[in-house]
């Protein structure tokens, strides 16, 4: 059973910076695209990012491409995900989750994850 444990949330204003990190457990991490979603209050679960098992590659959603980078240690089955600039609409829940895929489908937002969902690491960001 795959288990991930999310941290690094908090508290920030605009224009400021976090780094959230995600634990996996249960699969071969090496094997897997990784992935950070976020879920908005009274929103729906959507994808961030994506990074492909190697890590050599990673896809970005439009609203956070250039401010997010998404990095991972396989040798120590951690996912990060950099979040630089941050505004206001970046408050939410952010999740991480593996996909059953080396690779970032290029319809990665019909993609669900592997399951199970971790408890999330909550990102305020204030004005």
């Known amino acids: 059973r795959v288990q991930v444990v999310e941290s690094g949330g908090g508290l920030v204003q605009a224009g400021g910076s976090l780094r959230l990190t995600c634990t996996a457990s249960?699969?071969?991490?090496?094997?897997?695209?990784m992935g950070w979603f976020r879920q908005p209050t009274g929103k729906e679960r959507d994808v961030v990012s994506c990074i492909t098992s190697s890590g050599s590659s990673s896809y970005y959603a439009d609203s956070v491409k250039g401010r997010f980078t998404n990095t991972r240690d396989n040798a120590k089955d951690m996912l990060y995900l950099k979040m630089n600039s941050l505004k206001p609409e970046d408050t939410a829940m952010y999740y991480c989750?593996?996909?059953?895929?080396?690779?970032?489908?290029?319809?990665?937002?019909?993609?669900?994850?592997?399951?199970?969902w971790g408890q999330g690491t909550q990102v305020t960001v204030s004005s």
């Open positions: 249960g699969l071969t991490f090496a094997d897997y695209a």
């Open positions: 989750a593996a996909f059953n895929d080396r690779v970032c489908a290029p319809h990665i937002h019909r993609i669900p994850p592997i399951p199970n």
